[in-house]
């Protein structure tokens, strides 16, 4: 699944209190679309750069899952916990927004992105490569140049019914999201579902190889679902769609009631 060595064991994150998972959003959230004490460390960002190929664009649902693996995959790495040497920029980054940036790139761009620090995730038909944490204003060179828009993406045939036994992301029905817009969203519905899990299930999640599955919620059941007690994505609000919207509703079998 990616390109580097298996993570380590692991560990609880020094993170600040998770959002809460009943809908509402604590203090520190790092979803809230006011002003929080998170708004006063310095801002850090996520890189994730998805490769689109002019002749074989990845499918849009496997690249919102390779995203929210690649997100997954560098959180357990032990290279971002304890001692390790991403492990500072990690814990700055959350204790701040933890926001998620995508990015595009294709032929000698993605190779440069290759040649970075980083972990490449690949899935049916995408890569997703997902680097260290960088400051807001900080982003290397070879990061910087590259296109956020373009990433509108669409599915060559519509993905299958999702293994209600696996982790599934479930995307609003009710927003119209470019695909690198979703990629980050979807991102973050895993963050928060690792956070509330406990270390034996985040083990048995990393061991397995993170299997789970996006696919929008049904407008039938998208309010139960944001009432349900699972962790829920409120965006802040800082592109294409309104604070405070509810993305995501991460439905992890280890999480539900």
Known sequence: MTSDPTPATPATPAT???????????????????????????QFVLPLVVRIEKSAPPARTDALETAARAVLVI?????????????????????ARIRKVVRRARGAEWRRAEALPGITVTGKSAE????????????????????????????????LEADPSAPVLRLSPDLDMSAGKAMAQAGHGAQLAWWELSDEDRAA???????????????????????????????AGFTEIAPGSCTVVADHPALRG
């Open 128 to 159: 997703v490569r997902v680097f260290p944490p960088v400051p807001l204003d900080g982003w290397p060179k070879d990061l910087a140049r590259l296109q956020v828009s373009g990433t509108d993406l669409e599915d060559f045939e519509p993905p």
């Open 16 to 42: 600040p209190a998770a959002p809460a998972v009943d809908g509402s959003a604590p203090q520190d959230s790092p979803f809230r679309s006011e002003r929080t004490s998170r708004d006063e460390a310095r």
């Open 75 to 95: 959180l357990s790495d032990e290279r971002s916990l304890g001692d390790g040497e991403w492990a500072q920029a990690m814990t700055d980054w959350q204790d």
């Open 205 to 235: 999640w990393r061991d397995a190889g993170f299997p789970l599955a996006v696919r929008t919620a049904d407008p039938s059941h998208w309010r139960e679902l944001t009432a349900s007690g699972l962790p829920l994505v409120r965006d």
